[in-house]
Protein backbone atom coordinates (compact mmCIF):
# COMPACT_ATOMS: atom_id res chain seq x y z
CA UNK A 1 0.00 0.00 0.00
CA UNK A 2 1.23 3.29 -0.99
CA UNK A 3 2.36 5.57 2.07
CA UNK A 4 1.88 8.72 0.20
CA UNK A 5 -1.61 8.29 -1.66
CA UNK A 6 -4.35 5.71 -0.28
CA UNK A 7 -7.72 5.43 -2.44
CA UNK A 8 -11.02 3.79 -1.02
CA UNK A 9 -13.78 2.93 -4.02
CA UNK A 10 -16.89 3.18 -1.90
CA UNK A 11 -19.60 0.80 -3.21
CA UNK A 12 -22.93 1.79 -2.00
CA UNK A 13 -23.80 5.39 -1.57
CA UNK A 14 -27.08 5.04 0.63
CA UNK A 15 -27.53 5.91 4.07
CA UNK A 16 -24.11 4.22 5.40
CA UNK A 17 -22.25 4.49 2.33
CA UNK A 18 -22.64 8.48 2.73
CA UNK A 19 -22.14 8.59 6.41
CA UNK A 20 -18.94 6.66 6.44
CA UNK A 21 -17.77 8.73 2.83
CA UNK A 22 -18.78 11.92 5.59
CA UNK A 23 -16.67 10.38 8.68
CA UNK A 24 -13.50 9.68 6.37
CA UNK A 25 -13.77 13.12 5.74
CA UNK A 26 -13.91 14.24 9.00
CA UNK A 27 -10.80 12.29 9.98
CA UNK A 28 -8.72 13.05 6.76
CA UNK A 29 -8.60 9.56 6.05
CA UNK A 30 -7.59 8.90 2.19
CA UNK A 31 -6.22 11.31 -0.84
CA UNK A 32 -9.04 9.94 -2.55
CA UNK A 33 -12.59 8.78 -2.35
CA UNK A 34 -14.37 7.17 -5.40
CA UNK A 35 -18.45 6.53 -4.95
CA UNK A 36 -19.91 3.93 -7.01
CA UNK A 37 -24.19 3.16 -6.75
CA UNK A 38 -26.62 2.38 -9.31
CA UNK A 39 -28.18 6.08 -8.63
CA UNK A 40 -25.75 7.45 -10.54
CA UNK A 41 -26.94 11.11 -10.03
CA UNK A 42 -27.26 10.75 -6.13
CA UNK A 43 -23.12 9.82 -6.06
CA UNK A 44 -22.47 12.68 -8.48
CA UNK A 45 -24.35 14.82 -6.20
CA UNK A 46 -22.46 13.25 -2.60
CA UNK A 47 -19.17 14.18 -4.23
CA UNK A 48 -20.06 17.61 -4.63
CA UNK A 49 -21.71 17.89 -1.67
CA UNK A 50 -19.13 16.42 0.02
CA UNK A 51 -16.57 18.79 -1.56
CA UNK A 52 -18.03 21.15 0.02
CA UNK A 53 -16.41 20.02 3.74
CA UNK A 54 -13.09 20.34 2.43
CA UNK A 55 -12.32 23.71 2.78
CA UNK A 56 -14.50 24.23 6.01
CA UNK A 57 -12.03 22.62 8.92
CA UNK A 58 -8.80 23.89 10.28
CA UNK A 59 -6.28 22.42 7.62
CA UNK A 60 -3.77 22.02 10.53
CA UNK A 61 -6.40 19.15 12.25
CA UNK A 62 -7.98 17.65 8.98
CA UNK A 63 -6.35 16.43 5.62
CA UNK A 64 -9.56 15.61 4.00
CA UNK A 65 -9.14 13.40 0.71
CA UNK A 66 -8.38 15.41 -1.93
CA UNK A 67 -10.06 13.98 -4.48
CA UNK A 68 -13.99 12.92 -4.09
CA UNK A 69 -15.70 12.08 -7.29
CA UNK A 70 -18.41 9.76 -8.72
CA UNK A 71 -17.04 6.95 -10.31
CA UNK A 72 -17.68 3.18 -11.49
CA UNK A 73 -16.02 -0.58 -10.40
CA UNK A 74 -13.05 0.29 -13.04
CA UNK A 75 -11.72 2.90 -11.02
CA UNK A 76 -10.90 0.14 -7.98
CA UNK A 77 -7.66 -1.10 -10.54
CA UNK A 78 -5.50 1.20 -8.40
CA UNK A 79 -7.47 1.15 -5.28
CA UNK A 80 -5.98 0.55 -1.71
CA UNK A 81 -9.40 -0.43 0.15
CA UNK A 82 -13.27 -1.19 -1.45
CA UNK A 83 -15.73 -0.79 1.01
CA UNK A 84 -18.92 -2.41 0.41
CA UNK A 85 -22.12 -0.83 1.85
CA UNK A 86 -24.51 -1.79 -1.26
CA UNK A 87 -27.40 -3.89 -0.34
CA UNK A 88 -31.36 -3.80 -0.12
CA UNK A 89 -31.90 -2.47 3.47
CA UNK A 90 -33.39 -3.78 6.66
CA UNK A 91 -37.22 -3.23 7.15
CA UNK A 92 -38.95 -2.98 10.02
CA UNK A 93 -39.72 -6.70 11.20
CA UNK A 94 -36.67 -8.52 9.17
CA UNK A 95 -33.85 -10.09 10.66
CA UNK A 96 -30.41 -9.18 8.61
CA UNK A 97 -30.70 -12.69 7.24
CA UNK A 98 -33.80 -12.46 5.65
CA UNK A 99 -31.61 -9.95 3.49
CA UNK A 100 -29.57 -12.95 2.42
CA UNK A 101 -30.80 -14.69 -1.26
CA UNK A 102 -31.64 -10.08 -2.94
CA UNK A 103 -28.28 -9.04 -1.07
CA UNK A 104 -26.70 -12.07 -2.95
CA UNK A 105 -27.51 -11.10 -5.98
CA UNK A 106 -26.83 -7.31 -5.41
CA UNK A 107 -22.93 -8.77 -4.46
CA UNK A 108 -21.96 -11.23 -7.03
CA UNK A 109 -22.73 -8.30 -9.98
CA UNK A 110 -20.33 -6.11 -7.53
CA UNK A 111 -17.47 -8.50 -6.80
CA UNK A 112 -16.46 -9.67 -9.88
CA UNK A 113 -16.01 -6.11 -12.21
CA UNK A 114 -14.05 -4.96 -9.00
CA UNK A 115 -11.65 -7.98 -9.45
CA UNK A 116 -11.51 -7.72 -13.59
CA UNK A 117 -10.79 -3.97 -12.91
CA UNK A 118 -7.14 -5.26 -11.27
CA UNK A 119 -8.03 -4.45 -7.90
CA UNK A 120 -5.24 -6.16 -5.48
CA UNK A 121 -6.36 -4.57 -2.44
CA UNK A 122 -8.81 -5.38 0.74
CA UNK A 123 -12.29 -5.80 0.87
CA UNK A 124 -14.04 -4.31 3.74
CA UNK A 125 -17.34 -5.38 3.88
CA UNK A 126 -20.68 -4.00 5.92
CA UNK A 127 -23.81 -4.81 4.11
CA UNK A 128 -25.82 -7.13 6.00
CA UNK A 129 -26.28 -9.59 6.97
CA UNK A 130 -22.37 -9.18 6.98
CA UNK A 131 -21.04 -12.23 7.74
CA UNK A 132 -22.52 -13.88 4.84
CA UNK A 133 -21.63 -11.60 2.69
CA UNK A 134 -18.21 -11.38 3.62
CA UNK A 135 -17.93 -15.09 3.09
CA UNK A 136 -19.50 -14.64 -0.37
CA UNK A 137 -17.18 -11.54 -0.91
CA UNK A 138 -14.25 -14.12 -0.13
CA UNK A 139 -15.41 -16.92 -2.67
CA UNK A 140 -16.67 -14.66 -5.14
CA UNK A 141 -13.25 -12.70 -5.56
CA UNK A 142 -10.78 -15.91 -4.89
CA UNK A 143 -9.04 -13.36 -2.46
CA UNK A 144 -6.61 -14.43 -0.12
CA UNK A 145 -9.00 -14.36 3.42
CA UNK A 146 -6.82 -12.25 4.90
CA UNK A 147 -7.70 -9.52 2.52
CA UNK A 148 -11.70 -9.70 2.98
CA UNK A 149 -12.79 -8.26 6.62
CA UNK A 150 -16.48 -8.04 7.72
CA UNK A 151 -17.67 -5.14 10.02
CA UNK A 152 -18.82 -8.14 11.93
CA UNK A 153 -19.30 -7.20 15.62
CA UNK A 154 -17.75 -3.79 15.70
CA UNK A 155 -20.75 -1.77 16.01
CA UNK A 156 -22.55 -4.68 18.31
CA UNK A 157 -19.08 -4.31 21.12
CA UNK A 158 -19.22 -0.55 20.63
CA UNK A 159 -23.32 -0.73 21.29
CA UNK A 160 -22.05 -3.06 24.28
CA UNK A 161 -19.33 -0.68 26.09
CA UNK A 162 -21.62 2.45 26.01
CA UNK A 163 -24.52 0.36 27.60
CA UNK A 164 -22.14 -0.81 30.07
CA UNK A 165 -20.71 2.82 30.55
CA UNK A 166 -23.44 4.47 31.26
CA UNK A 167 -24.70 1.37 33.71
CA UNK A 168 -21.53 1.50 35.59
CA UNK A 169 -20.83 5.19 35.10
CA UNK A 170 -17.76 4.88 33.28
CA UNK A 171 -16.04 5.61 30.17
CA UNK A 172 -16.69 2.92 27.58
CA UNK A 173 -13.04 3.00 26.14
CA UNK A 174 -12.02 1.79 29.81
CA UNK A 175 -14.43 -0.99 29.70
CA UNK A 176 -12.87 -3.87 27.34
CA UNK A 177 -15.98 -6.25 26.22
CA UNK A 178 -16.70 -8.06 23.03
CA UNK A 179 -20.00 -8.93 21.40
CA UNK A 180 -18.58 -12.28 19.50
CA UNK A 181 -20.64 -14.23 16.70
CA UNK A 182 -22.86 -13.42 14.63
CA UNK A 183 -23.72 -9.85 13.62
CA UNK A 184 -27.29 -10.22 14.62
CA UNK A 185 -29.97 -12.51 16.83
CA UNK A 186 -27.22 -15.07 17.47
CA UNK A 187 -24.96 -12.38 18.69
CA UNK A 188 -23.90 -12.69 22.57
CA UNK A 189 -21.74 -10.69 24.76
CA UNK A 190 -18.90 -12.79 25.97
CA UNK A 191 -19.53 -11.47 29.45
CA UNK A 192 -16.77 -13.86 31.07
CA UNK A 193 -13.52 -12.64 29.78
CA UNK A 194 -14.73 -9.09 29.93
CA UNK A 195 -12.77 -6.68 32.27
CA UNK A 196 -12.61 -2.85 33.57
CA UNK A 197 -9.36 -1.55 34.55
CA UNK A 198 -7.94 -5.81 34.58
CA UNK A 199 -10.72 -6.52 37.55
CA UNK A 200 -13.45 -9.19 35.81
CA UNK A 201 -16.55 -7.07 34.46
CA UNK A 202 -18.88 -9.44 36.44
CA UNK A 203 -17.02 -8.63 40.07
CA UNK A 204 -16.79 -4.79 39.16
CA UNK A 205 -20.56 -4.77 38.24
CA UNK A 206 -22.08 -6.75 41.51
CA UNK A 207 -19.71 -4.64 43.75
CA UNK A 208 -21.49 -1.57 42.04
CA UNK A 209 -24.78 -3.43 42.63
CA UNK A 210 -25.29 -3.99 38.78
CA UNK A 211 -26.63 -8.05 38.84
CA UNK A 212 -26.52 -10.51 36.40
CA UNK A 213 -29.92 -9.86 35.26
CA UNK A 214 -29.07 -6.18 34.94
CA UNK A 215 -25.92 -7.86 32.37
CA UNK A 216 -28.67 -10.06 30.67
CA UNK A 217 -30.94 -6.93 30.13
CA UNK A 218 -28.19 -5.05 29.08
CA UNK A 219 -27.15 -8.02 26.22
CA UNK A 220 -30.43 -7.85 25.11
CA UNK A 221 -31.25 -4.41 24.39
CA UNK A 222 -27.49 -4.20 22.47
CA UNK A 223 -28.80 -7.60 20.73
CA UNK A 224 -32.03 -5.43 19.19
CA UNK A 225 -30.74 -1.91 19.21
CA UNK A 226 -30.82 -2.15 15.72
CA UNK A 227 -34.82 -2.87 15.25
CA UNK A 228 -35.53 -0.65 18.20
CA UNK A 229 -33.73 2.25 15.70
CA UNK A 230 -35.29 0.92 12.36
CA UNK A 231 -38.63 0.76 13.72
CA UNK A 232 -38.24 4.78 14.89
CA UNK A 233 -36.21 6.04 11.62
CA UNK A 234 -35.86 3.42 8.96
CA UNK A 235 -32.40 2.61 9.19
CA UNK A 236 -29.26 2.63 11.55
CA UNK A 237 -26.03 4.68 9.99
CA UNK A 238 -24.13 6.76 11.87
CA UNK A 239 -22.54 4.01 14.69
CA UNK A 240 -21.60 1.38 11.40
CA UNK A 241 -20.06 3.98 9.39
CA UNK A 242 -18.03 5.11 12.30
CA UNK A 243 -17.28 1.46 13.03
CA UNK A 244 -15.92 1.35 9.35
CA UNK A 245 -14.01 4.38 9.35
CA UNK A 246 -11.96 3.05 12.57
CA UNK A 247 -11.15 -0.77 10.67
CA UNK A 248 -10.18 1.74 7.53
CA UNK A 249 -7.89 3.83 9.64
CA UNK A 250 -6.01 0.44 11.26
CA UNK A 251 -5.44 -0.22 8.02
CA UNK A 252 -4.54 2.49 6.43
CA UNK A 253 -1.75 3.53 9.27
CA UNK A 254 -0.84 -0.09 9.58
CA UNK A 255 -2.24 -0.05 13.87
CA UNK A 256 -2.17 -3.81 14.31
CA UNK A 257 -4.81 -2.77 16.55
CA UNK A 258 -7.22 -5.15 17.93
CA UNK A 259 -11.04 -4.67 16.76
CA UNK A 260 -13.86 -6.88 16.67
CA UNK A 261 -14.67 -7.31 13.04
CA UNK A 262 -15.90 -10.43 10.79
CA UNK A 263 -13.02 -12.87 10.49
CA UNK A 264 -12.18 -16.04 8.77
CA UNK A 265 -11.45 -18.45 11.07
CA UNK A 266 -9.20 -20.97 10.70
CA UNK A 267 -9.28 -24.02 13.76
CA UNK A 268 -10.09 -20.83 16.10
CA UNK A 269 -13.34 -21.63 18.76
CA UNK A 270 -13.05 -24.90 16.91
CA UNK A 271 -14.40 -23.27 14.13
CA UNK A 272 -13.21 -22.85 9.82
CA UNK A 273 -14.60 -22.13 7.00
CA UNK A 274 -16.94 -18.98 8.27
CA UNK A 275 -16.47 -15.40 9.08
CA UNK A 276 -17.83 -14.62 12.52
CA UNK A 277 -17.50 -11.55 14.67
CA UNK A 278 -14.36 -11.76 16.71
CA UNK A 279 -11.47 -9.73 18.28
CA UNK A 280 -9.03 -9.62 15.35
CA UNK A 281 -5.31 -7.42 14.58
CA UNK A 282 -6.11 -5.64 11.57
CA UNK A 283 -3.21 -3.53 9.56
CA UNK A 284 -2.20 -2.96 6.31
CA UNK A 285 -2.03 -6.42 5.04
CA UNK A 286 -6.07 -6.34 6.60
CA UNK A 287 -6.66 -9.32 8.82
CA UNK A 288 -3.35 -10.05 10.85
CA UNK A 289 -4.10 -12.47 13.11
CA UNK A 290 -7.42 -13.75 14.92
CA UNK A 291 -7.32 -12.88 18.91
CA UNK A 292 -9.29 -16.33 20.00
CA UNK A 293 -10.69 -15.03 23.43
CA UNK A 294 -10.70 -18.42 26.28
CA UNK A 295 -14.46 -18.97 26.21
CA UNK A 296 -16.44 -20.27 28.81
CA UNK A 297 -18.32 -23.85 28.23
CA UNK A 298 -21.64 -21.64 27.74
CA UNK A 299 -20.15 -19.26 25.57
CA UNK A 300 -18.64 -21.88 23.47
CA UNK A 301 -22.00 -23.57 23.06
CA UNK A 302 -23.46 -19.83 21.99
CA UNK A 303 -20.29 -19.29 19.54
CA UNK A 304 -20.70 -23.14 17.97
CA UNK A 305 -24.57 -21.85 17.92
CA UNK A 306 -23.96 -18.42 15.62
CA UNK A 307 -21.66 -20.24 13.65
CA UNK A 308 -24.00 -23.12 12.61
CA UNK A 309 -26.98 -20.77 12.40
CA UNK A 310 -24.43 -18.85 9.56
CA UNK A 311 -22.92 -21.92 7.92
CA UNK A 312 -26.46 -23.27 7.00
CA UNK A 313 -28.12 -19.84 5.62
CA UNK A 314 -24.76 -19.35 3.92
CA UNK A 315 -25.06 -22.82 2.35
CA UNK A 316 -28.70 -22.27 1.30
CA UNK A 317 -28.63 -18.93 0.15
CA UNK A 318 -25.37 -19.75 -2.41
CA UNK A 319 -27.39 -22.91 -3.24
CA UNK A 320 -30.42 -20.51 -3.87
CA UNK A 321 -27.79 -18.26 -6.00
CA UNK A 322 -26.09 -21.09 -8.27
CA UNK A 323 -29.82 -22.84 -8.79
Known amino acids: MSKHHQKVVLVGDGAVGSAYAFAMMQQG ?31 QVFTAPKQIYSGDYSDAKDADLVVITAGAPQKPGETRLDLVN ?23 VAANPVDILTYATWKFSGFPKNKVIGSGTSLDSSRLRVALGNKLDLDPRSIEAYILGEHGDTEFAAYD ?4 GGVPLKDYAHNKGVTDSDLADIEDKVRNKAYEIINRKGATYYGVATSLMRITR ?5 ENAILPVGASLEGQYGLDDIFIG ?46
Do not use: W
Open 102 to 124: KNLKILSSIVQPIVDSGFNGIFL
Open 278 to 323: TPAIINASGLAGVVEIPLSDDEKAKMANSAKTLKQVTKDGLAALEG
Open 29 to 59: LAEELVIVDVIKERTVGDALDLEDALDLEDA
Open 193 to 196: EATV
Open 250 to 254: AIFRD
